[in-house]
């Protein structure tokens, strides 16, 4: 729901050069995981499935703590940035916790939809629609181009999980939130469309890539419980963001002569998306029963299971939209189900991250 790859990725340690933290919003930004912008994404999400299912007052009520939650996320970065500059350094140049920038993209245009949607505010979403636009191209071309050239690789199995997936999020958060704009873009809402309709199609594709590569590494590696890491949820969201924006595709382009020329191949691959998602979800609740139950991992809070509630929230919502858009009454309370099982997980993640923050001498963000 979530960069953020296996052992080495949610749990490897966090550089230890530069200056030494020197209090503890000091030492909150030097260890801040570069995928704790999941709590954003996270958030957003569930505020959304909340609005489609009548529940109004919820979807209000995390609407502003998710402004807060990204304003402050983006003051540790910042400060991180400006005090810490080593590691945030040895963070984009590992195959690991690199990945997890780009939870920012999603984190922004999530909010840019809630900002739409829930707070009638078209004009914020623009700024975090250009915002997370740009902070897309930033990340995907920076971070691909340093993990390329870099001399020193990890074996397959050491650097690669569902955390490398959250490309594939942030290229269709972006998408998702260009077709919710086309409508408020007057004579530019075609281009607008035409954007969402490629970085579609190039989401879909880098989907493709990554999952192969995953799924290898699942049949023909090792796995031990500590190489589940929440992120792998996200080889669900991924799919179910896609479907998203499909759907979104569907609903916005009824008018648009470049998706009416394409109606049968989004629909179909919008299904495509929808039913590859779906075919995620008991495979990795399987492997959760197994980890936690049959190897006995321990169930403790991690800033990366806000990774794993993110699947869940999107799939209630692209289930519900592509249920609006291809008109398919059997999938019945399907949706609802979905949103249940996010909120309960949010609240879980929650509590954890408040016992956190409270508890006497807190680990450190990101730890």
Not at 132 to 137: I, K, R, V, Y
């Amino acid at each position: 729901m979530s960069g953020v790859p296996a052992a080495p990725a949610g749990h490897g340690s966090t550089p230890e050069r530069g200056p030494h933290p020197a209090g503890p919003l000091d030492r909150a930004a030097a260890d801040l995981h570069p995928a704790y912008f999941a709590l954003v994404m996270a958030t957003g999400i569930v505020s959304l499935a909340a609005s489609i299912h009548g529940f109004a007052s919820l979807a209000r009520g995390l609407l502003w703590p998710n402004v807060v939650f990204f304003a402050a996320l983006w003051a540790l970065t910042l400060l991180r940035l400006a005090r810490h500059r080593a590691r945030v350094l040895a963070d984009l140049a590992d195959h690991n916790r690199s990945v997890g920038f780009f939870t920012m993209v999603p984190a922004a245009c999530v909010l840019g939809t809630q900002m739409l949607l829930i707070a009638d505010s078209p004009a914020a979403a623009w700024g975090l629609w250009i915002f997370g636009a740009a902070l897309w191209a930033l990340l995907t071309y920076g971070i691909f181009t340093i993990l390329i050239v870099k001399p020193s690789k990890p074996a397959l199995a050491d650097g690669l999980s569902g955390g490398w997936l959250v490309s594939v999020v942030a290229t269709q958060a972006v998408s998702v939130l260009a077709g919710q704009l086309a409508g408020h873009a007057g004579t530019h809402g075609e281009s607008l469309l035409l954007v969402a309709l490629v970085m579609w199609l190039g989401g879909a594709m880098l989907y493709v890539w990554i999952i192969a590569l995953i799924f290898y590494r699942y049949m023909f590696f090792p796995f031990k419980p500590s190489d589940l890491a929440p992120p792998y949820w996200i080889n669900m969201g991924a799919m179910a963001i896609s479907t998203l924006a499909g759907a979104t595709l569907l609903l916005a382009g009824k008018e648009s002569p470049v998706i009416q020329g394409l109606l049968p191949f989004v629909r179909g691959a919008t299904l495509l998306f929808w039913a590859t998602a779906t075919w995620w979800i008991p495979m990795l609740l399987i492997l959760g029963v197994w980890r936690h139950i049959i190897k006995k991992f321990p169930l403790r809070y991690d800033p990366l299971y806000w990774g794993a509630v993110f699947p869940l929230g999107m799939y209630s919502v692209a289930t519900a939209r592509m249920n609006t858009a291809m008109d398919l009454p059997i999938l019945g309370h399907v949706p609802a189900v979905a949103f249940y099982a996010a909120i309960a997980a949010w609240t879980l993640a929650a509590i954890g991250l408040g016992h956190r923050l409270i508890a006497p001498k807190p680990p450190a963000l990101g730890r």
